[in-house]
């Protein structure tokens, strides 16, 4: 079963930083490319980042609205992705969802997390 | 940054009848490779979204064939067949073709 569980959401300080996790299990992690998704109070789904796997030599790729603030990580030893974000916005509140997205078989599968909830505000 | 667009922004249906969602891209989805990077999601109450529809009409695994893809390069067409209880929530379309964006979501309710 494939299982992805992102922590280290919570409320913080405009300007501040904040460290998500993405622990990910249930598939070869190594071969997927991951994204991260945030839904805004508003549910407007909006993609924030993207790493790719080690034969696309891990390019990244940000959202115009996070380039520069914010940097995704990957270790594939450890089947996790990371999204360090710094100098934080009132704008950057929202749900956070991991995603992974790989073929299996001739099938695509693109799998969500349960996302974790960040909070911008003073 | 490609433009996706839905509509309507609500449905109501009947138990068994049927449903379409439309999607507009601001531009061709359709690569050269010839595959068309669509993708279709439902978000249930209270869950994170889950993949229906990729690349415009294959179904992803485990999903019922009660739901189907179609459209063009620009316009693109979720229908639900014999809509049940189950399929309640908010639909998204979404584009692969450059990074990724996501239409503003439809939700679709029982009569």
């Known amino acids: 079963e494939v299982q992805l569980v992102e922590t280290g959401g919570g409320l913080v300080q405009p300007g501040k930083s904040l460290k998500l996790t993405c622990a990910t299990s249930?598939?070869?992690?190594?071969?997927?490319?991951m994204d991260w998704v945030r839904q805004s109070p508003e549910k407007q789904l909006e993609w924030v980042a993207q790493?790719?796997?080690?034969?696309?030599?891990?390019?990244?790729y940000y959202a115009e609205s996070v380039k520069g603030r914010f940097t995704i990580s990957r270790d594939d030893s450890k089947s996790s992705v990371y999204l360090q974000m710094n100098s934080l916005k009132e704008e950057d509140t929202a749900i956070y969802y991991c995603?992974?997205?790989?073929?299996?078989?001739?099938?695509?599968?693109?799998?969500w997390g349960q996302g974790v909830m960040v909070t911008v505000s003073s | 940054d490609i433009v996706m667009t839905q509509a309507p922004l609500s449905v109501s249906v009947t138990p068994g009848e049927s449903a379409s969602i439309s999607c507009r891209s601001s531009?061709?989805?359709?690569?050269?490779?010839?595959?068309?990077?669509v993708y279709w999601y439902l978000q249930k109450p209270g869950k994170s979204p889950q993949l229906l529809i990729y690349?415009?009409?294959n179904l992803a695994s485990g999903v019922p064939d009660r739901f189907s893809g179609s459209g063009s390069e620009t316009d693109f067409t979720l229908k639900i067949s014999r809509v049940e209880a189950e399929d309640v929530g908010i639909y998204y379309c979404?584009?692969?073709?450059?990074?990724?964006?996501f239409g503003g979501g439809t939700k679709l309710e029982l009569k």
């Open positions: 995603t992974c997205r790989f073929f299996n078989y001739g099938s695509y599968f693109d799998y």
């Open positions: 249930g598939f070869t992690f190594s071969n997927a490319w």
């Open positions: 790493i790719k796997d080690k034969s696309n030599n891990y390019a990244t």
């Open positions: 531009k061709s989805l359709l690569h050269s490779n010839g595959i068309t990077y």
């Open positions: 690349r415009m009409s």
């Open positions: 979404g584009q692969l073709l450059e990074n990724r964006t």
